[in-house]
């Protein structure tokens, strides 16, 4: 059975740190990974998506950026970090762009 | 009208009783449909997909309406662990994404 994997799990940062979240898909090749943010009291923003080693596709121009290194590691950075960059980070795997995703259990980030 | 939209509710029913959802969508070409259930400060979990007219798993029902773009998901027997928020998940304009609605909020009581 296929598994994803987030960590850290929660991360407080200062303003203007850098950030690097690590999600990794276990059980399935070639996956399609995504990362989305989930603001307080809001839905899902799709950031960035990807469909193969390399491929990256960002959904929201930002001072984000993603990489995927590995076919199954999936990669969100910040150089320098906002107030609004605060949020629920999670990664989802799927094997269509608009079929079902399976989410990761997520990285809450609070910038202060 | 917008890609996606929910009643963010919440819904506050007891034990038992039967609840509905509904979610509206704007892209007419949709053809898969999908219901997530999300627990506070937890990922979301799919629920049920959604491919045709409609889809049934033991008390959870989604239903389409294609006519009207509308899917609904209706509870029945409310259980305490049912209380979440379900979020209403369809293809965008393009087909090239999934959106989500910002989901209803189910509370249930004994």
Not at chain 1, 13 to 32: I, R, Y
Not at chain 1, 96 to 108: A, K, S, V
Not at chain 2, 53 to 63: L, P
Not at chain 2, 90 to 101: E, K, R, S, W, Y
Request: glycine letters at 8%.
């Amino acid at each position: 059975s296929q598994t994803i994997h987030q960590w850290p799990a929660t991360l407080v940062q200062p303003v203007g740190s850098p950030l690097s979240l690590e999600c990794t898909v276990e059980g399935t090749s070639n996956p399609n990974l995504y990362w989305y943010r989930q603001a307080a009291g809001r839905g899902l923003q799709l950031l960035f998506y990807s469909v193969g080693i390399g491929q990256i596709s960002s959904e929201v121009p930002q001072n984000l950026s993603a990489s995927r290194p590995q076919d199954r590691q999936f990669i969100l950075s910040s150089k320098k970090l906002l107030l609004s960059d605060s949020g629920f980070y999670l990664c989802a795997w799927g094997t269509l762009r608009t079929d079902t995703q399976y989410f990761g259990p997520g990285t809450r980030l609070t910038v202060l | 009208r917008k890609e996606v939209e929910q009643d963010p509710g919440p819904f506050n029913v007891p034990e038992g009783a039967t609840v509905a959802f509904n979610c509206t969508y704007s892209n007419s070409a949709s053809q898969s449909f999908f219901w997530y259930r999300q627990d506070c400060r937890k990922e979301p979990k799919l629920l049920m997909s959604v491919y045709s007219s409609g889809n049934e798993d033991g008390r959870f029902t989604a239903q389409l309406n294609r006519a009207s773009q509308y899917i609904s998901l209706l509870i029945r027997d409310s259980k305490l662990s049912d209380s979440a928020t379900y979020l209403c998940v369809v293809p965008n304009q393009a087909g090239t994404a999934l959106i989500f609605g910002k989901g209803t909020t189910l509370s249930v009581s004994s």
